[in-house]
């Protein structure tokens, strides 16, 4: 079976040794992803749903870099610090999954990696043919 990393840029990836994406053979697994704009800092207002849009278009270039599209998401996992906030960070996870519906999860945690991010997605996708 065939490896291939997609790194994303972010600075934490070679401080933690880690990739945006892996893709091995026909599976891509794309790694926990924050909403993180160019300056380095919470996407858009610092909201739940602009950092979750922000997250799911890391993901979907990492997806592309791989191969892969939105519409091969078999799996998310989804870390929000308030899951108050759990419809914001839905709204924005059904314009990019609404049809392909993935099987999901989303889990309340302490924090994320750095102050002000508020949502954390990963994804799994299944390559066709």
Do not use: C, K
């Amino acid at each position: 079976m065939q490896r291939q990393n997609i790194a994303g840029g972010s600075t934490w990836e070679q401080t933690v040794g880690y990739s945006r994406a892996v893709r091995a053979g026909s599976m891509i697994f794309v790694a926990g992803t924050v909403g993180i704009d160019e300056a380095g800092a919470p996407a858009g207002d610092g909201g739940a749903y602009d950092q979750a849009r922000q997250a799911l278009r890391i993901i979907g270039r990492a997806l592309e870099a791989a191969g892969g599209a939105p519409r091969d998401v078999v799996r998310t996992r989804t870390y929000v610090t308030d899951i108050g906030q759990w419809q914001e960070v839905a709204r924005a996870h059904a314009e990019v999954f609404g049809e392909v519906r993935p099987a999901t999860t989303m889990v309340e945690v302490a924090r994320l990696i750095a102050p002000g991010f508020v949502v954390e997605i990963e994804a799994d996708a299944l390559l066709h043919g």
